[in-house]
């Protein structure tokens, strides 16, 4: 008997590209998840987001993918469907000896509207929902406190509620290699990220 077109998906056991390396910062991609210190972001479109974080001083690498849904090794356009439930996210390592967890979180807060659900201004779908993914409990208890003191500031310049998804323990998978460091190859491209306007402290 023939799979469905679901099992089909559900089986994935492997992506259809090779992993390359990062075309900015020069590290193998595959070597990501050999890094202790990780955390996962969805802002929105995931172009604009990379290149805000590949530029810090600290972050060793960063790679753009979709993370959150339920179906292993997802493709571009069935994420962009909603079927899939992931985000597109990007992935950062880091050197906690030269920038910390506060520090990427006060950027991540800043630099999008994470009150805005399934959405990120003008780009609309379940792919750009606000979302922090984290490996252990303390990463997590970081970011939720984090997210207590940025709701603060916005209920008092009356914002709604942050819908930012925090979770721990969700994998990550590549996007496809034309979308890696897509504002390296295409600095014209479009980014997608725009703040509240408030600062995180």
Not at 30 to 43: A, C, E, R
Request: with cysteine; hydrophobic share 35%; net charge negative.
């Amino acid at each position: 008997m023939f799979n469905s077109a679901k099992d089909d998906l559900m089986n994935r056991d492997h992506y259809p590209f090779l992993v390359e390396r990062h075309k900015v910062l020069g590290g193998d991609l595959n070597d990501l998840k050999h890094y202790p210190h990780q955390i996962v972001f969805g802002l929105g479109c995931f172009w604009g987001a990379e290149r805000l974080f590949w530029s810090l001083k600290g972050v060793i690498l960063t790679a753009v993918g979709y993370a959150g849904g339920h179906t292993p090794f997802p493709r571009y356009e069935e994420v962009c469907t909603g079927a899939t439930d992931h985000t597109e996210v990007v992935a950062i390592a880091y050197d906690p000896d030269q920038i910390s967890l506060s520090e990427l979180l006060k950027l991540f807060w800043e630099s999008h509207d994470p009150t805005q659900g399934m959405r990120q201004g003008n780009d609309q779908g379940s792919q750009y929902r606000s979302a922090i993914y984290c490996r252990t409990a303390a990463e997590l208890e970081v970011a939720m406190k984090s997210k207590d003191v940025y709701q603060e500031l916005l209920s008092a310049k009356d914002f709604p509620l942050i819908t930012t998804e925090i979770a721990q323990n969700i994998t990550f998978y590549f996007a496809e290699p034309y979308h890696q460091q897509y504002l390296h190859t295409n600095p014209n491209g479009y980014c997608g990220l725009k703040g509240t306007g408030i600062v995180c402290v």
